[in-house]
């Protein structure tokens, strides 16, 4: 089975590598705001939120997460270039290691679990995220996956047809490792939080329908968010998507803010700076093209959304001070107080497989409580979950363990086979660590 997997990847890679080489941009529909058939499913249902809980620096967060691209590639390329006149630049962003999946996972859980690969995971219920600190003051959230078939979906890709080449056939343009709420089983398992995951023609309906939530976070499907094409490719996306959705107050309303950025650098010798911006109508006019050099890593998106709303925390890496600084023009208005760290004490975030955590195989240990006595960015507590052990904290953990060595795997990874929605298939042997 093991070999057999393998296999496949290597001979779908090899025709992504291909394909990579020839895909031209093409729009999935007429406009953003346009359901189309190239999304599988239409929009079943509206999301009623009224924008209600009012933020001190901006009401509204839109995450928007492209892929794979180092800084200069990005910040060289033309319509980054005119975006960033727009909004901040801040400079000094960093992803939290490699590859993808932990990335996503860290930026809604404040920690990666020492994942360090793309496989299919699961994370009990007993561990919070960003939706828990959300919903603790009613602000309502979705995210919006392109080309992910039905709301909700469970499984660890979706082939759908090649919309820009339909003689090639289909195409795998919705992955699970980029989409990191359904990989907590507190929002998935959650059959009314499981419906905020939602199908792109959503996106189209619920801004139609005029209830976009405060919390958004979008992931462009695997072509345009430049995973497997390039970044000039992810700019014709934006020229089609985002642009005309800036001027739309629906979506960039007058206090809108929207962090586009990218889940890890590409080159992985080096440290795993990514370009990313703050634009949208909550940044101040005078602050509009301007450059911000404060430290910000992918736990500034917990910190700033803990500030912003006075939030409580995860306990985790978001109140890990020198790691998740708040966007400078929300610290201010928040009187939150930035660390300022040395260029020789930024930590490496291009280390990969190093450390300890229950999503790896190599230094398993269980998960951990979070630290109850930690201080977020807003003035609120340590949330917790139902069924946490708060006694399992750290400390208390068993050393790492192998668990390849010991022949077996983590009850917390399923078989990356699953292509379509449905059950859990744990692990039942070493085939797929
Ligand atoms: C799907 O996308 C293709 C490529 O842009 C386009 O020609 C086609 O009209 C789209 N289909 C629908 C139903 O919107
Ligand atoms: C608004 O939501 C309703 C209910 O889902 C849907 O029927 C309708 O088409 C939506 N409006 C638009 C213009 O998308
Ligand atoms: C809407 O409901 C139908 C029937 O349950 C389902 O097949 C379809 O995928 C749903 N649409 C979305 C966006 O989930
Ligand atoms: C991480 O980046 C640093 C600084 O650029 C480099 O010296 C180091 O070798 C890189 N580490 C890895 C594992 O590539
Ligand atoms: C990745 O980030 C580093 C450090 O922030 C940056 O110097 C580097 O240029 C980026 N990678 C490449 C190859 O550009
Ligand atoms: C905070 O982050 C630094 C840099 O990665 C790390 O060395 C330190 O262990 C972290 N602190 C906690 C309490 O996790
Ligand atoms: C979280 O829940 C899982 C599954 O029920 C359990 O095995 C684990 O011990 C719990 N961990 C903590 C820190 O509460
Ligand atoms: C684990 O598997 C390896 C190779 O399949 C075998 O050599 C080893 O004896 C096994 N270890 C245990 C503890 O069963």
Redesign the pocket.
């Known amino acids: 089975m093991a070999r057999l997997a393998r296999a496949l990847l290597l001979a779908s890679s090899a025709r992504f590598a291909f394909a990579a080489t020839a895909q031209v941009f093409a729009q999935p529909s007429k406009n953003p705001l346009v359901q189309t058939a190239n999304y599988t499913?239409?929009?079943?249902n509206t999301l009623h939120d009224k924008v209600e809980c009012k933020g001190k620096a901006f009401n509204r967060i839109i995450h928007i997460w492209l892929e794979n691209t180092d800084f200069e590639t990005t910040a060289s390329t033309p319509i980054f270039e005119s975006l960033a006149e727009q909004g901040i630049l801040l400079t000094n962003y960093h992803s939290v290691t490699h590859p993808s999946e932990p990335n996503y996972i860290a930026a809604i859980g404040g920690d990666f679990f020492g994942n360090h690969d793309d496989n299919m995971y699961h994370i009990p219920s007993n561990i919070s995220t960003v939706v828990d600190l959300l919903e603790d003051k009613k602000i309502s959230w979705a995210t919006y996956q392109e080309n992910m078939?039905?709301?909700a979906f469970y499984g660890f890709l979706y082939n759908s047809p090649n919309y820009a080449d339909p003689a090639s056939g289909t195409y795998p343009y919705y992955v699970r490792k980029h989409n990191p709420l359904v990989i907590f089983d507190s929002v998935s398992q959650d059959p009314v939080r499981a419906k905020r995951i939602r199908?792109f023609?959503?996106f189209a309906n619920d801004v139609v329908n005029g209830t976009l939530p405060q919390w958004v976070f979008v992931t462009p499907n695997m072509v345009n968010d430049a995973h497997d094409t390039t970044i000039d490719f992810a700019a014709s996306f934006l020229e089609y998507w985002l642009l005309p959705l800036l001027t739309d107050p629906r979506v960039n309303g007058p206090d809108t803010l929207i962090v586009l950025t990218f889940d890890e650098n590409e080159t992985k010798t080096v440290q795993n700076r990514v370009w990313a911006l703050a634009i949208g109508n909550a940044v101040p006019l005078k602050l509009r093209g301007t450059t911000d050099d404060t430290l910000y890593t992918h736990y500034s998106g917990l910190s700033t959304v803990q500030a912003n709303w006075d939030l409580k925390s995860l306990g985790r890496q978001d109140t890990n001070a020198s790691l998740s600084n708040v966007f400078s023009f929300v610290a201010k208005k928040t009187g939150y107080k930035n660390v300022q760290v040395p260029a020789s004490q930024v930590p490496q975030f291009n280390l990969t497989g190093v450390v300890p955590g229950a999503l790896t195989s190599a230094a398993f240990v269980p998960f951990a409580a979070p630290n109850l006595h930690a201080r977020g960015a807003g003035s609120g507590g340590v949330l917790t979950r139902p069924g946490l052990n708060t006694k399992l904290t750290q400390s208390a953990l068993p050393p790492p363990v192998n668990m390849l060595l010991l022949n077996k795997t983590t009850p917390w990874q399923m078989s990356p086979e699953t292509t379509s929605g449905g059950s859990i298939i744990p692990c039942k042997d070493a085939v797929c660590a």
Do not use: G, M, W, Y
């Open positions: 499913s239409f929009s079943n078939p039905t709301d199908n023609n959503d």
